[in-house]
């Protein structure tokens, strides 16, 4: 027995595998194992010698099982930490020391006006950039022979012979999300809409594609008051100033009555813009209160409700405060360009953290 007993251990202390393992369990406590036709012998012996050899075989048969079992756990681990060491993987990557990409101007202005407005009370609202002509022009009060269309330089969507879905244009402004925000949540209503608008035009200043802001802010007692404390506190934050001068010039827009554009007083010393201070006016944006005829478009009663609007070309007021000349410069994708006039991916424009830096 004791023969057997260390056989049985070393061989098992040598397993290599747990298929070589395996193969020892059945030769030794399998069975037709040895251990077995040892225990098969009790019966030839007599009962004194049966009382000794009988717990001796019990005892041997679960010393082997139990080394069996532990050489087991022991290959286990072992092909685990095997796995672990050639499976190993390097999931970190270094950081770039060099800054790469930066923030478009205009992505970082549409940020910045965004945080001025939403601190105000005004959520962001989306339109599609394809729209028809009802939400573009008839819904906001200029109708099919309206000299305003013409003006526009209008993007027309081609339409097939035979085809009667609504004529489709690229949408002109911004404007029309204001019918579509009526539409969406009814009065009353505080949104801004940061968007792309398309003309036909290009110089300097024009470029076919360019973005707007437009603002609506619809309830039982807004008055140009209103309009006028928001768009000053706009002002001010967005150019980073304390005080501002605001004026109001009577104009006309088909969708708002009475109708302002609204310059902002300025100077042009020594070539850079300052803002509040000077004898130039500068004109940023048109706006009114909202036309009854839009109201009622959109789904709300101008007998209960009423608001002002307003729009502002974001292009026009990133030159402004980050002294770009020339606007198509912002569509060109010239790498340089974006490298100097862009912003650091992380700086995310707040009014407690800074807007710009
Ligand atoms: N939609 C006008 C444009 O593109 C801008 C504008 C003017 C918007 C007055 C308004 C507004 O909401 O009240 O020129």
Same mark, same amino acid.
């Given at each position: 027995?004791?023969?057997?007993? *260390? ?5 098992? @202390?040598?397993? &290599? #595998?747990? $298929?070589?393992? %395996?193969?020892? /369990? ?39 099982? *139990? ?5 087991? @756990?022991?290959? &286990? #681990?072992? $092909?685990?930490? %095997?796995?672990? /060491? ?52 008839? $819904? ?218």
């Amino acid at each position: 027995m004791d023969d057997l007993k *260390s056989k049985y251990l070393t061989q098992i @202390a040598d397993a &290599a #595998d747990e $298929a070589v393992l %395996e193969d020892i /369990r059945i030769a030794a406590v399998g069975k037709k194992g040895e251990v077995a036709l040892k225990m098969r012998e009790l019966g030839k012996m007599t009962a004194e010698e049966r009382q000794v050899a009988g717990p001796a075989l019990n005892a041997l048969k679960s010393e082997i099982n *139990s080394a069996l079992a532990a050489k087991k @756990a022991a290959l &286990a #681990d072992a $092909a685990l930490d %095997e796995r672990l /060491r050639s499976e190993w993987l390097d999931v970190t990557l270094p950081t770039r020391t060099q800054r790469r990409g930066t923030i478009h101007p205009i992505s970082q202005v549409s940020e910045e006006v965004t945080a001025i407005f939403a601190e105000m009370g005004f959520s962001v609202a989306e339109g599609p950039r394809i729209d028809t002509d009802w939400y573009n022009f008839d $819904a906001l009060n200029i109708p099919g022979h309206h000299p305003a269309r013409a003006e526009m330089d209008t993007f027309y969507m081609h339409r097939a012979e035979g085809d009667n879905r609504p004529p489709h244009v690229l949408r002109t402004h911004t404007s029309p999300v204001q019918i579509r925000s009526m539409e969406a949540t009814g009065a009353p209503t505080r949104i801004i809409c940061p968007g792309g608008v398309y003309r036909a035009d290009y110089d300097q200043t024009h470029t076919p594609m360019f973005h707007q802001v437009e603002g609506l802010a619809i309830d039982k007692d807004i008055s140009m008051a209103n309009l006028k404390w928001v768009l000053e506190e706009f002002v001010k934050s967005y150019f980073e100033v304390d005080g501002v001068d605001l004026r109001f010039r009577a104009s006309h827009f088909p969708f708002t009555e009475p109708s302002a554009e609204v310059d902002i007083r300025c100077s042009w010393e020594g070539g850079t813009l300052k803002v509040g201070e000077g004898d130039d006016w500068l004109e940023i944006l048109g706006s009114g209160m909202v036309h009854p005829k839009v109201l009622e478009a959109g789904g709300i009663d101008p007998a209960e409700w009423q608001g002002f609007a307003f729009g502002m070309g974001i292009d026009r007021i990133a030159m402004l405060k980050y002294g770009v000349p020339d606007l198509r410069a912002f569509f060109d994708s010239d790498l340089r360009w974006l490298r100097h006039y862009g912003f650091a991916a992380l700086d995310v424009p707040t009014l407690h953290g800074g807007l710009s830096r």
